[in-house]
């Protein structure tokens, strides 16, 4: 049973994969988004510090796809297409 709470603050210190996000039989349908929602701003928010030299280049990138996939799975839609920042 995961740290809901806690996943939806910070959800790479619950969840290894997001993908483990959508297998967990614990979490309600608006939880998982909730978390992967999360996930895919953080990703976004290390995009950007690694764009401006504040952080070493991390596979980031790779993982928010996946991000972006499990909403998929869930039934949500590309958040932040057309936004005027990564952030969305």
């Given at each position: 049973?995961?740290?809901?709470?806690?996943?939806?603050?910070?959800?790479?210190?619950v969840?290894?994969?997001?993908?483990?996000?959508?297998?967990?039989?614990?979490?309600?349908?608006?939880?998982?988004?909730?978390?992967?929602?999360?996930?895919?701003?953080?990703?976004?928010?290390?995009?950007?510090?690694?764009?401006?030299?504040?952080?070493?280049?991390?596979?980031?990138?790779?993982?928010?796809?996946?991000?972006?996939?499990?909403?998929?799975?869930?039934?949500?839609?590309?958040?932040?297409s057309?936004?005027?920042?990564?952030?969305?």
């Amino acid at each position: 049973m995961a740290n809901v709470e806690l996943a939806k603050l910070d959800p790479s210190s619950v969840f290894k994969r997001p993908k483990d996000v959508l297998n967990d039989k614990t979490l309600t349908r608006e939880e998982k988004i909730d978390i992967l929602r999360r996930w895919a701003y953080d990703e976004r928010e290390l995009a950007v510090a690694e764009e401006e030299n504040m952080m070493t280049p991390a596979s980031n990138g790779t993982i928010l796809d996946e991000v972006l996939e499990s909403l998929l799975a869930l039934g949500v839609d590309h958040e932040g297409s057309g936004a005027p920042t990564k952030q969305g």
